[in-house]
């Protein structure tokens, strides 16, 4: 069984999405050639062909990337840290953190190792 480490330190976090990072992805959500629609579609055969339009168009055209990184970045405290798992290195960990205000609130942990 591998240990974990936690050290001490932690760093403060804000989102900064570079400008030409936004750039690229809308230019890749402009690639996909869809394939036509099924004549009877099921949900048993993959998402429905209007879905994906309306995702696609939704992330490339009418996600306002900034607004929301700003709204994370003034609503939830976030940190770094890099946890030491045995036979793996250092894992970077990104996370908030943010106490509820109703008194005996179950604590919800949100934790990825993309920073």
């Known amino acids: 069984m591998s ?3 936690l050290p001490n330190s932690e760093m403060s976090f804000r989102i900064n ?3 030409d990072k936004i750039a690229f992805l809308k230019r890749k959500l402009s690639l996909p050639r869809l ?3 099924l004549l009877k579609p099921e949900r048993d055969c993959g998402v429905p062909f ?3 339009q309306r995702l696609l168009a939704r992330w490339k055209d009418g996600y306002d990337w900034k607004k929301y990184e700003q709204q994370l970045n003034e609503e939830l405290p976030q940190f770094r840290k890099d946890i030491h798992v045995d036979g793996f ?3 970077g960990i990104h996370y908030m953190h943010k106490k509820s205000t109703v008194t005996g609130a179950i604590p919800l942990l949100f934790v990825h ?3």
């Open 3 to 5: 240990s974990i480490s």
């Open 17 to 19: 999405i570079p400008d």
């Open 35 to 37: 394939l036509d629609e």
């Open 50 to 52: 209007a879905d994906i």
């Open 89 to 91: 290195g250092a894992l």
């Open 113 to 115: 190792g993309c920073t």
